[in-house]
C-alpha cells in the first residue's frame, strides 16, 4: 500500500499540474483511509482491506480486441510511464519478488503447464 500511495499521490499532482480532467476517472486513489491514518484497515482475523472510488461507466478488456484498442492501450500506458518518470524517492518496494521478470515467469508456466496438477492444461487442448 506503501507503493500504491505513492505513486498515486505522484500521479495526482502531476495530472493536476497538466490540468487534467476528470482525474477521479484517470486515477484509482486509495480511499477512505482508517481513522488510524493508515491506507488500509486490518480487521481481527489479520486480513486486510482496501476500498478505491468506483467509476460508473468504466469497461475493462482482459485482452485486445482490435490494433486500435492495442495503441490506445500501448498510448495510456506510455502517458502512465511518462508521469512516473520522475518519482522522487527511493525504488518501490518489490511486493511479489521476480513479478516483472518475465523469462523468470514464463519458466515457472511452462513448468506448471508440464506438471498440470488440476489437468487445466489437458482440458484446455480439448
Not at 505522484?10 to 487534467?20: E, I, P, S, V
Amino acid at each position: 500500500m506503501k507503493n500504491v500511495v505513492r505513486v498515486t499521490s505522484h500521479l495526482r499532482r502531476k495530472l493536476q499540474t497538466l490540468d487534467a480532467k476528470d482525474i477521479t476517472r484517470r486515477l484509482s486513489d486509495p480511499l477512505f483511509p482508517p481513522r488510524e491514518g493508515q491506507s488500509f484497515y486490518r480487521n481481527g482475523a489479520g486480513e486486510c482491506w482496501r476500498t478505491f472510488v468506483f467509476v460508473e461507466g468504466v469497461q475493462t478488456f482482459e485482452s485486445s480486441n482490435s490494433p486500435q484498442q492495442a495503441f490506445q492501450a500501448g498510448k495510456a500506458f506510455g502517458f502512465f510511464q511518462s508521469l512516473l518518470v520522475d518519482l522522487p524517492g527511493p525504488r518501490l518496494a518489490e511486493t511479489i519478488p521476480h513479478f516483472h521478470h518475465t523469462r523468470k515467469r514464463f519458466q515457472a508456466f511452462q513448468k506448471a503447464v508440464q506438471k498440470d496438477h488440476f489437468n487445466r492444461a489437458q482440458a484446455a487442448k480439448s
